[in-house]
DNA sequence: TCTGGGGTCCTAGGACCC
DNA sequence: TCTGGGGTCCTAGGACCC
């Protein structure tokens, strides 16, 4: 069995966060101060580069509202399943609705909100399509995130017979004639840049910054604004005087290698006009670790209903894991507390595999361990770590070569049955009480058809840009 | 920023080896 | 048993992102 042979290698105490969520910590520390030049050099292009950096406006809010053209001109919130605003549109905004915003308080700020709940599978599709317009444009493009992407657009003037600017106005014009949603656009010499520009102007912004105009949009920002610089690094700055991106951007060399790391020194080069990150265009194919985590209203101290959640989740992380052909080293688990204090444990797995029948022995013995009774949960995790690739879990000499087979098979079956007649089609048994929580919303007829002619001609998998595996049962 | 869900990269420092 | 010097691998934890 799986369970045998596997070793435990700590436990994460209560109160502290576990690997996942690390570095959330409030504490105001100064980011580690390097003494030494770092070793690792940072690459400089030296060739002036044209990058775009696009991010769609409101996104989800403005995917419902294509979707469900009555919607438009109204104020839209998704988010309804969590209880806060996950995006909201510009029409709510204008009616002081912020991200993160409590739903009570935007039924009083803005009665007439129309909220609903996040559908990613949707917004998935529209993305995909994003992602699609772009490369018509230029093969550099990095899908960044669902509703944000970078493209290299350096050389490709001649070839559309304009500036960047035209260039990027054409983009945007397409995407909202074409997918019904409006996006920002940012172009200039870096990353960092570009970023600065989609957010300069929002919503249906379009802000090219050529070298000579770089001071211009850095003297008004607040050196946390740009990417890669979070709260921490921000304070830490203001040590020493530096509260804008121009002051940061402005310092010298010696100071920005004495005082800061790596990724600080880099971010400093771009805001420079130097770029030094490149756009990749590659699909990603690889994960480090793979989470699956997930909040339960109301908070429950139901031992088997907890457990089942956890069971859940491993089971979602496994499937992720096999889809990309990966398997897993390591198995961290955790519960949060309605307090928001975590438990966690992570446990060494004897031979890498993404099989749930293998690692519930584990996860069973992992919980017993830091579960409490009496304690009201919220949520549980589940991080699949040390991933390698599927083809390199090889045997050792103790393993059940048959049985594992005989489990690669049995597996393959059920992804071809979830695939074609949708997830959790087959279940484990263990699941099963987390399962029965999960509601189902009947979707309207005429929305059902406008999703489909917006993305036929496509299965699921196509269309969220996913491999199409290659059933044989 | 009162807290959903999913990630990445970097550095320090310990273990272990010669 | 101690003392040096140098290298590699791994893990913990911080900071940041959408």
Known sequence: ??????????????????????GRGTACRAPTKITIMTTQPITIHSWPKAILHIDADAFFASCEQAIHPELKGKPVITGKE??????????AKGRGVERGMRLFEVKRVCPDAV?????????????????????????????????????????????FHGSYGDLAKKIQDTAERELGITVSIGVSLSKVLAKIGSKHRKPKGLTVISGREIHNYLSKL???KVWGIGANTS??????????ALQFAGKDETFIKRRLSKPYQEIWHELNGRSVY?????????YQSISKTRTFTPPSEDEVFIFSQLSKNLENACIKARRYDLAANKLIMFLRQQDFRDTGVEMKISRPTAYPAELFALLREGFLEIYKTGTLYRSTGVVLAGLVAERKAQFTLFDDTTRILKMARV??????????????????GASLPAKLQVQHEGERGDVAVRKAELFKGENRRQRLGLPVLDIKV
Do not use: N, W
């Open 1 to 22: 069995m799986g369970g045998e042979g596997c070793q435990k290698i700590g436990v994460v105490g209560a109160g502290l966060a576990p690997p996942p969520l690390a």
């Open 82 to 91: 969590r209880g806060i605003v996950s995006a909201a549109s510009y029409e």
């Open 115 to 159: 909220i609903l709940p996040s559908d990613y599978e949707t917004y998935s599709l529209f993305s995909v399509r994003m992602f699609e317009i772009l490369r018509r444009f230029s093969p550099d493009v990095e899908e960044y995130s669902i509703d944000e992407a970078f493209v290299d657009l350096t050389g490709l003037r001649r070839t």
């Open 222 to 224: 607040p050196v946390g």
């Open 235 to 244: 304070e830490f700055l203001k040590k020493f005087g530096i509260t804008t």
């Open 278 to 286: 490149p756009v990749v265009a590659e699909p990603k194919k690889d």
């Open 411 to 428: 597996y393959s079956a059920l992804d071809g049955l979830s695939e074609r007649f949708g997830k959790h089609t087959v279940q484990h």
